[in-house]
């Protein structure tokens, strides 16, 4: 795989301190010409969940050779592996904490190795801290996959087992589909983990939410402001949003909470 030069970052270190500009500095101190884009550094912290949805729903809109790095790891300086993908063109980094197990669970061709922390030193990667593998293992690593001096298959060891995903797949019965919300934007929307073709085949399709049935809309301004509405959002998933207000504050609801749809009438 030829590499693009280009690097995502997602994590959950927030903007408060210097340790994602720090990450950075790292990558470009290997590899000058590195094009470093921020996926997200707003992830709730140590919920590997929405840093796995988020980079599994964007990927595909960089260009092929993109490493992709996640960090949202509680278990730093712990015993975790740490993950190498190639799939679809690109590469993957991150804890193998379930990050990006779903990702994996449908990725059939994906190639799929855990880090030897051997390659540290052949790759010229000091002694890693026990707090900071993102400055002092990811960084650098994604500096050298991105720059084309190695590949996942020459530093990992081949493996078809990782730590499942912390959130169940849709459950589809019949005329109802059952997910659960997987994070809440700045908007205040509640974004599932519900995909439009799930729901494909509903010609009546109910969003039941926090008590409340809520009506499906093409966009957010088919709505009057301050009613609920459910859509299919550009991520290509279920969201529900309040016109002009916040769906969380006026549900009451985060992450985590139980969202179904109904069918009225099946095609």
């Known amino acids: 795989m030829k590499p693009s030069g280009v690097i995502t970052i997602t994590t959950d270190f927030g903007h408060k301190g210097p340790f994602a500009a720090v990450m950075k500095g790292v990558i470009i101190s290997r590899f000058h010409d590195a094009i470093i884009i921020d996926l997200a550094h707003d992830i709730p912290a140590q919920w590997p969940p929405e840093a796995g949805f988020w980079v599994s729903r964007s990927y595909q809109y960089f260009?092929?050779?993109t490493v992709h790095l996640a960090i949202v790891d509680p278990g730093v300086g712990t015993e975790r592996d740490i993950l190498l993908v190639?799939?679809?063109?690109h590469?993957?980094?991150a804890p193998d904490n379930g990050l990006l197990a779903r990702l994996l669970d449908t990725a059939d061709a994906a190639m799929v190795f855990k880090l030897d922390l051997k390659a540290l030193a052949q790759l010229d990667i000091p002694t890693p801290s026990r707090t900071f593998h993102g400055r002092d293992i990811f960084a650098p690593i994604a500096a050298e996959l991105a720059a084309g001096r190695t590949h996942p298959a020459a530093i990992g060891v081949a493996t078809d087992e990782w730590i499942p995903a912390w959130l169940d797949e849709p459950e589809v019965v019949s005329?109802?589909?059952?997910?659960v919300i997987v994070t809440v934007d700045t908007f205040g929307n509640l974004i599932s983990n519900i995909d439009a073709e799930l729901i494909s085949g509903f010609r009546q399709p109910l969003v039941h939410v926090a008590g409340h049935d809520i009506e499906m809309r093409s966009t957010y301004?088919?709505?009057k402001p301050g009613d609920y509405l459910a859509l299919i959002n550009s991520f290509g998933v279920l969201e529900v949003a309040k016109a002009e207000s916040s769906a969380s504050e006026g549900l009451g609801i985060e992450r985590g909470a139980p969202i179904s749809v109904i069918n009225g009438i099946s095609t």
Do not use: L, N, Q, V
């Open 63 to 65: 260009p092929p050779g």
């Open 175 to 179: 005329d109802k589909i059952s997910g």
């Open 221 to 223: 301004g088919r709505a």
């Open 91 to 93: 590469y993957f980094m």
């Open 86 to 89: 190639e799939h679809d063109g």
